[in-house]
């Protein structure tokens, strides 16, 4: 079973209604040494814990912003249905400006807007209005946890005959609202009484593979190794790993996929030493707008995340740093796409488009 601990969570005041409330979140910063978690009380503050990825992982960060419009709904009287839809817009606008990759925060956004708007038609009294918004950004949360256990029951053929997997940055449950994506099948198994020992990349520069991942499966009771990413080769290479699996940030029509800077190096790698590569996501990780993965927007982060080690400088003065945050695999390199709906194998326009429909 996953760990416990819940990732984020929304606390209503009273007991009998979901407005007013706060989000409680895991900040994801401290781990592995504190548990701390903090509330979140209005949208700048939930901006900034996006942008500074105490809160993280493309699900996670969906699930987040969907709570975060509710935050625009409570403080303010509103004296009109449409008053408030133009705070759910508004709102919405400034927190798809948190973060730039994981289509998931868009997805969220977008639903919640729709969502409200369609409401407005039944409710027109404002607080009965941002009530019933509120249910949706639950009900997206709720989906969440649903959509983490199928990928891990679909994921979970993927293990038969193996006896270890690496993974790359996190994508368990501190990256979801429940059993995560590319961890999912690692739960599945274990609950079926299998043990499968799991390899860990550190995950350079801000090290969500041993801070985050290591944590979790530790507390799950999960035999753990942590490697720094430039070891990968030389692992597969011993013959040690049977499979891949990393989630994904987005994936376009054609299957190419955003992940974790690193992951693309991975499928090199797993490619070479003829090991299955897996990418495990929702499909509301899915971008159908999109052709293949040249268009997909890549975050940069400060040269500092790379300049800089447990506060401590550790380059020179003045150096130019590269130091994007996320990777683009051709889906070439990629075994199969395990979503909730199942697997889809390549060619992934075709198997793709399946899943993604309806
Ligand atoms: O920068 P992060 O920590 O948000 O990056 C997270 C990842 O790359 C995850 O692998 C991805 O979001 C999938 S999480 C189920």
Same mark, same amino acid.
């Given at each position: 079973?996953?760990?416990?601990?819940?990732?984020?969570?929304?606390?209503?005041?009273?007991?009998?209604?979901?407005?007013?409330?706060?989000?409680?979140?895991?900040?994801?910063?401290?781990?592995?040494?504190?548990?701390?978690?903090?509330?979140?009380?209005?949208?700048?503050?939930?901006?900034?814990?996006?942008?500074?990825?105490?809160?993280?992982?493309?699900?996670?960060?969906?699930?987040?912003?969907?709570?975060?419009?509710?935050l625009s709904?409570?403080?303010?009287?509103?004296?009109?249905?449409?008053?408030?839809?133009?705070?759910?817009?508004?709102?919405?606008?400034?927190?798809?400006?948190?973060?730039?990759?994981?289509?998931?925060?868009?997805?969220?956004?977008?639903?919640?807007?729709?969502?409200?708007?369609?409401?407005a038609s039944?409710?027109?009294?404002?607080?009965? $209005? @941002?009530? &019933?918004?509120?249910?949706? #950004? =639950? *009900?997206?949360?709720?989906?969440?946890?649903?959509? +983490? !256990?199928?990928?891990?029951?679909?994921?979970?053929?993927?293990?038969?005959?193996?006896?270890?997997?690496?993974?790359?940055?996190?994508?368990?449950? $501190? @990256?979801? &609202?429940?059993?995560?994506? #590319? =961890? *999912?099948?690692?739960?599945?198994?274990?609950?079926? +009484? !299998?043990?499968?020992?799991?390899?860990?990349?550190?995950?350079?520069?801000?090290?969500?593979?041993?801070?985050?991942?290591?944590?979790?499966?530790?507390?799950?009771?999960?035999?753990?190794?942590?490697?720094?990413?430039?070891?990968?080769?030389?692992?597969?290479?011993?013959?040690?790993?049977?499979?891949?699996?990393?989630?994904?940030?987005?994936?376009?029509?054609?299957?190419?996929?955003?992940?974790?800077?690193?992951?693309?190096?991975?499928?090199?790698?797993?490619?070479?030493?003829?090991?299955?590569?897996?990418?495990?996501?929702?499909?509301?990780?899915?971008?159908?707008?999109?052709?293949?993965?040249?268009?997909?927007?890549?975050?940069?982060?400060?040269?500092?995340?790379?300049?800089?080690?447990?506060?401590?400088?550790?380059?020179?003065?003045?150096?130019?740093?590269?130091?994007?945050?996320?990777?683009?695999?051709?889906?070439?390199?990629?075994?199969a796409i395990?979503?909730?709906?199942?697997?889809?194998?390549?060619?992934?326009?075709?198997?793709?488009?399946?899943?993604?429909?309806?």
């Amino acid at each position: 079973m996953p760990p416990a601990i819940r990732t984020l969570e929304w606390i209503p005041k009273q007991p009998d209604r979901l407005l007013p409330g706060f989000i409680r979140l895991l900040d994801q910063t401290r781990l592995p040494e504190t548990l701390t978690f903090r509330e979140v009380r209005d949208p700048t503050d939930l901006w900034l814990a996006i942008r500074t990825l105490q809160v993280r992982g493309a699900p996670a960060i969906g699930v987040a912003a969907a709570m975060g419009l509710l935050l625009s709904l409570q403080n303010t009287p509103f004296h009109s249905a449409n008053e408030l839809l133009a705070a759910v817009r508004k709102t919405a606008q400034y927190l798809a400006t948190a973060r730039p990759t994981a289509v998931n925060l868009f997805w969220a956004l977008d639903r919640m807007s729709r969502a409200a708007e369609h409401l407005a038609s039944t409710f027109a009294d404002p607080p009965a $209005l @941002a009530e &019933a918004i509120a249910r949706e #950004a =639950l *009900a997206i949360q709720n989906e969440d946890i649903a959509m +983490g !256990r199928a990928i891990g029951e679909h994921g979970v053929r993927l293990l038969d005959g193996v006896d270890a997997i690496l993974t790359h940055c996190n994508a368990g449950s $501190l @990256a979801t &609202a429940g059993y995560g994506t #590319a =961890l *999912a099948p690692l739960y599945v198994a274990q609950e079926q +009484g !299998r043990s499968v020992a799991v390899y860990v990349d550190e995950t350079r520069p801000l090290l969500q593979g041993a801070r985050l991942t290591a944590w979790e499966l530790i507390q799950s009771g999960f035999s753990v190794t942590l490697l720094c990413d430039n070891m990968a080769a030389w692992l597969m290479r011993q013959g040690k790993i049977g499979a891949v699996l990393v989630g994904a940030d987005r994936i376009a029509s054609n299957g190419d996929t955003a992940n974790k800077i690193g992951t693309y190096a991975l499928a090199l790698l797993a490619a070479a030493h003829r090991i299955p590569f897996y990418v495990l996501a929702p499909t509301s990780t899915f971008d159908r707008a999109l052709p293949d993965g040249t268009a997909i927007p890549i975050e940069h982060r400060p040269a500092e995340e790379i300049t800089q080690f447990a506060g401590r400088g550790i380059a020179p003065e003045g150096v130019s740093v590269f130091n994007p945050a996320f990777d683009v695999t051709p889906a070439a390199l990629i075994t199969a796409i395990v979503c909730e709906k199942g697997l889809a194998r390549p060619p992934f326009e075709e198997s793709l488009r399946i899943f993604s429909a309806g």
